[in-house]
């Protein structure tokens, strides 16, 4: 039974009380607040100010019988109309739950990503958010990236910016991976310029669209997007600067 009222209780929205109360007058099928009690093992004076609710929701019945008050449950099939009511209620209630979310129309965007999975998802949105023609500009930190950064991943993603026509720029310290990918840098849509000691960097940035990604690969890969016009501005500055003062 205690399984029963767990279940219930996940599924439902009703507290675990109001489970357990709930579970008791199935089993005695029509009692009184002391019957409930004694079934349900909670208190008489608790049964009493739960009963109110579970009455007015339409779960429980009442009648009365030689002037005493009895409760029963007159169909269980009234639970799934109920969640559906308070489905009904929530849903008319976001609008006015996204009004107050987006009361700062011009607050930055922040969602977080780890892992494999969130790595894959995060590039995808690179591709998602920009535009046909657009330069998604990076600075790709990692001398080993080749051996961290899944190949198969990589050649999907890769074909499919071609594809899409978006363009490449990259900054990276100068590397075994970053020499190879000026070889075929014209027909994988990249542009890409190689920085010297003491100007390395390990972390990664993709600045497009309105965002910009912060990436790290070690221990384990973890990214935040941020969404915010002014901070995108800023960085695509920031980097068409240093462009612009490295040597082709």
Known sequence: MHKIINSLQKNSGLSEKESSVYTALLEIGEGTV?????????KRSTVYNLLPNLTRSGLVKTTFKNKKKFFFIEDVSKLELVLKEKQ???????????????ILPN???ITYFEGEGGLKELYWDTLNSSKEGEIIYSYTGMENFDEIFPKDFADEYIAERIKRKRRSRVIAPRSKASLAWTKDASQKLREIKLVNKPLEFKADIQIYANKVALITYVPDFVGVIIESKEINELQK???KIMWDLLPN
């Open 34 to 42: 002391i019957d409930i009690s004694k079934k349900s093992g909670i």
């Open 88 to 102: 009904n209620k929530i849903k008319n209630l976001i609008p006015e739950l996204e009004a107050i979310h987006n």
């Open 107 to 109: 607050k930055p965007k």
């Open 237 to 239: 500055s920031t980097f």
